[in-house]
């Protein structure tokens, strides 16, 4: 039995020796952004924020950091629903996670809230 | 006993310049990029060269998440690509590089991926079929002008199913052709080039890959 126990602990460790580990999760989000493109339903982009959301949701147990530009982009299709003060929070945590993407945030978030104001107006 | 070793050997050797290839380090293929540094890039939206038009989509929904594997930061492209589309940045085919500062100036990117489809040409045939693509990649900096990276790739990949029944392989490869998913086909490609890409600053392997090696384009 104890036998049976040391080889299955070996087995596991060259297994987990030859998985490929990557520095990200991306879950669906190739499969889902193919059909969005070929297919630009409201169905379509709702897979596709699933997805993203499901990313966002399982990168920090798999001890990952979330991809570059996921949060940006999950915010990004938050604003263009007219949900600005959630996106918001999404493009802040994109900022905090990748510093470098904070000028463009701010022109994006400066670009949102002009048509924000003009939906309003 | 002797006379077979020495034999084998010169077989070897002949084989050996048979099939030679020329291989270099990475600092040696790419010095720009480790004295630049860049940290922020950007697609620029790919250019299909190929016959297929549904080549873009396949390869466009696979490159972020490809990328990403190298270490750099990229801007998403779902997001990038309607600004530059207002910007007026967008046929990537007529940019010239006096066009590359404005990338730093909206963006704030260090350099710029210019993506092209060279091939993506399906082939059928009684018992099965096969697609081969062919990319080139190319970074090129906003700061010097310079082109930091170069690489293209080229993947012929089977689709044909493997059953020894005539009749159901000709079922199958029908089957297959018609829905095949080249999602990972396309990963699994753009995956060969980029593995060639000195690796950024949030890849473990940052500036210690040097000396690793690639093979170098004939």
Known sequence: MKMKSFFLTLMLLFLAGCIPQTLYYWGSYSSTLYKYKKDQSDENLQKHKNSIKYIIKRSPSLNRKVPPGVYCEYGYYLALEGNYTEAEKFFELEKENYPESEKFINTLIGQLRISEEEVNE | ?218
């Not at chain 2, 710029?112 to 079929?129: F, M, Q």
Request: include cysteine; aromatic fraction near 12%.
């Open chain 2, 1 to 218: 006993m002797n006379r077979i070793y020495i034999l084998l050997s010169i077989g070897f050797l002949i084989l050996m310049t048979g099939c030679s290839i020329n291989t270099a380090t990475k600092s040696s293929a790419f010095p720009k990029i480790y004295k630049e540094k860049p940290v922020n890039i950007l697609f620029l939206p790919p250019i299909n060269l190929s016959t297929a038009p549904e080549a873009k989509e396949y390869f466009s929904s696979t490159l972020s998440e490809t990328a990403s594997e190298t270490g750099y930061y990229f801007l998403p492209m779902e997001v990038t690509s309607p600004f530059l589309q207002s910007e007026g940045l967008y046929d990537t085919e007529i940019i010239g590089d006096n066009v590359l500062p404005q990338f730093k100036e909206h963006f704030d990117a260090d350099a710029v991926l210019i993506t092209k489809i060279l091939e993506w040409d399906k082939a059928y045939y009684v018992l099965g079929g096969n697609v081969t693509v062919s990319l080139d990649f190319m970074l090129r900096s906003t700061v010097s002008g310079d082109t930091l990276w170069n690489y293209n790739g080229r993947i012929v990949y089977d689709t044909s199913g493997s059953n020894d029944n005539l009749l159901v392989s000709l079922i199958e490869t029908a089957i297959q052709t018609a829905a095949q998913d080249y999602i990972p086909i396309a990963k699994e490609v753009n995956r060969r080039v980029f593995i060639t890409a000195p690796k950024g600053p949030y890849h473990p392997r940052f500036d210690l890959d040097g000396e690793d090696t690639i093979i170098q384009k004939p």
